[in-house]
């Protein structure tokens, strides 16, 4: 019954263009179905007071990020945007000297970045808080691990996607261009130019970039990017899909000196072939 359920949400998925919220909703689905438990142990984290249009910018900063061998044994809480909040369309025109200049700043910080090893706390638009570790190798290449129960994996090898169920020995493959985690993933990115920014926003505690990209056969989907005003680190990104639901992304212990294993972000698609539609 679960195995059916995934299949028809991806074959419903992949009948239109990928959006990187569709990858991330196949993900966090087959995650609340592997661990319904988790979803009702685990209280949901309470919204933070909203900033500047009506984003939510403030929450608990446990569990400090880091670039060598301290580390966090208390997850943060990721903070969970406003489901009601507006997005204007379209700001580009009325940004001011103050918000491109926090613009280029989190752009210089995702291209100054090469490396990067963390954990992660991922929560799904049912409440279903995950977490695991990640790592990136720029360009081009994540690995989302998942911690048990939860047999997802996620892997980019530069050029495809691919949504690894362990326990099914399975896994979905979706282009990385057509995905939100391309900007985290790129080798250099001004995202005043390269996106269709839509909205930046700060205070004492992150600095917010949202994203917004238009498909005529999808809908609207979000990306926004939550960097530390303080440290000027990745702390968390919220995807939201055309339907308006979010999937909260938050990291910390993070390792920029870690040297990664390449093999880490080989696709195999001999032990894991490719789910049938």
């Known amino acids: 019954m679960k195995r059916n359920r995934k299949s028809r949400i991806i074959a419903s998925l992949l009948r239109s263009p990928v959006t990187a919220a569709c990858v991330l909703a196949i993900a966090a689905t087959v995650i609340a179905e592997a661990a319904p438990s988790v979803a009702q142990s685990v209280p949901i984290p309470k919204p933070a007071p909203r900033g500047r249009d009506n984003m939510q910018l403030s929450g608990d900063t446990r569990g400090p990020l880091t670039t060598g061998a301290t580390r966090s044994t208390t997850p943060p809480d990721p903070v969970i945007p406003d489901p009601h909040r507006n997005v204007p369309t379209n700001l580009f025109g009325t940004f001011d000297a103050n918000q491109k200049a926090q613009a280029a700043k989190v752009s210089s910080y995702l291209s100054s970045l090469q490396t990067l090893v963390g954990n992660f706390v991922q929560v ?25 129960p939860t047999p997802i994996e996620i892997i980019a090898d530069g ?16 282009p990385l261009s057509q995905t939100p985690l391309r900007f985290l993933l790129s080798d250099r990115i001004d995202l005043m130019k390269d996106t269709n920014v839509v909205s930046v926003t700060s205070d004492d505690v992150f600095i917010s970039v949202t994203i917004e ?31 308006g639901y979010d999937t909260t992304v938050a990291v910390y212990n993070l390792d920029t000196t870690k040297k990664v294993d390449p093999s880490l972000f080989k696709i195999d698609f001999t032990v894991y072939p490719t789910s049938p539609g």
């Open 213 to 243: 990209e238009k498909q005529a056969l999808v809908g609207t989907s979000r990306l926004m990017l939550m960097i530390g005003a303080k440290d000027g680190q990745l702390k968390q990104w919220t995807v939201t899909d055309p339907q």
């Open 124 to 148: 799904g638009p049912d409440g279903t808080k995950t977490k695991g570790d990640f790592y990136i190798q720029k360009p081009g290449k994540v690995r989302f691990e998942y911690d048990p």
């Open 159 to 174: 050029s495809s996607l691919a949504v690894r169920d362990r326990n099914l020995t399975t896994q979905d493959i979706y």
